[in-house]
T-cell receptor, first 111, second 115 residues
Framework: GDSVTQMEGPVTLSEEAFLTINCTYTATGYPSLFWYVQYPGEGLQLLLK???ADDKGSNKGFEATYRKETTSFHLEKGSVQVSDSAVYFC??????????WGAGTKLIIKP | GAVVSQHPSWVICKSGTSVKIECRSLDFQATTMFWYRQFPKQSLMLMATSNEGSKATYEQGVEKDKFLINHASLTLSTLTVTSAHPEDSSFYIC???????????FGPGTRLTVT
């Protein structure tokens, strides 16, 4: 069945560092791909998405490109801030609109 | 944007009692709602999918008689945890979608603690 694998955390970085959180998937067909963020004490928020191969989703300085050839959707940000500390989830949407989730990666940014 | 609320945000109950959690779409009609369970430091586990006016579809391993889901209207779905036990303690999250939306919108979650 469909699945999502993302790098384990926690990931600890200093402010202004470059961020990459890896995400790979297995799926039949060409699913839509998502990154969600969960800030401490808050609900899940959609961060960005891509619906087809080579699409780049971007929001709040974060980017991820849908790579069909490597079945990947890695999350990147050029310069992280303390306020980016959160748990990040990679997910794919199956044909029946169900979301298949990665395990989540906790990001800790130190000033 | 589309807003989904959950009530209560946290609840503590005694073992053996039942607890109802509400999920509401505030500014759109949700034809489909999803219920998830999130264990500490783990990902979300889909429990069931409910479509308005029909019975919920439960994921494998989820007891439908224990986790009663009702999607009585286009803006409200409820999850009732019956005869709760400490192992039911968890963070329960709902999401909702409508045909005009390409994505699900998530509620803030409900923290259930069974003592």
């Amino acid at each position: 069945g469909d699945s999502v694998t993302q790098m384990e955390g926690p990931v600890t970085l200093s402010e202004e560092a470059f961020l990459t959180i890896n995400c790979t998937y297995t799926a039949t067909g060409y699913p839509s791909l998502f990154w969600y963020v969960q800030y401490p004490g808050e609900g899940l928020q959609l961060l960005l998405k891509a619906t087809k191969a080579d699409d780049k989703g971007s929001n709040k300085g974060f980017e991820a490109t849908y790579r069909k050839e490597t079945t990947s959707f890695h999350l990147e940000k050029g310069s992280v801030q303390v306020s980016d500390s959160a748990v990040y989830f990679c997910a794919l949407r199956s044909s029946n609109y169900q979301l298949i989730w990665g395990a989540g990666t906790k990001l800790i940014i130190k000033p | 944007g589309a807003v989904v609320s959950q009530h209560p945000s946290w609840v503590i109950c005694k073992s053996g009692t039942s607890v109802k959690i509400e999920c509401r779409s505030l500014d759109f009609q949700a034809t489909t709602m999803f219920w998830y369970r999130q264990f500490p430091k783990q990902s979300l586990m889909l429990m069931a999918t409910s479509n308005e006016g029909s019975k919920a579809t439960y994921e494998q391993g989820v007891e439908k008689d224990k986790f009663l889901i009702n999607h009585a209207s286009l803006t409200l779905s409820t999850l009732t945890v019956t005869s709760a036990h400490p192992e039911d303690s968890s963070f329960y999250i709902c999401s909702a979608r409508a045909p005009e939306f390409d994505e699900q919108y998530f509620g803030p979650g409900t923290r259930l603690t069974v003592t």
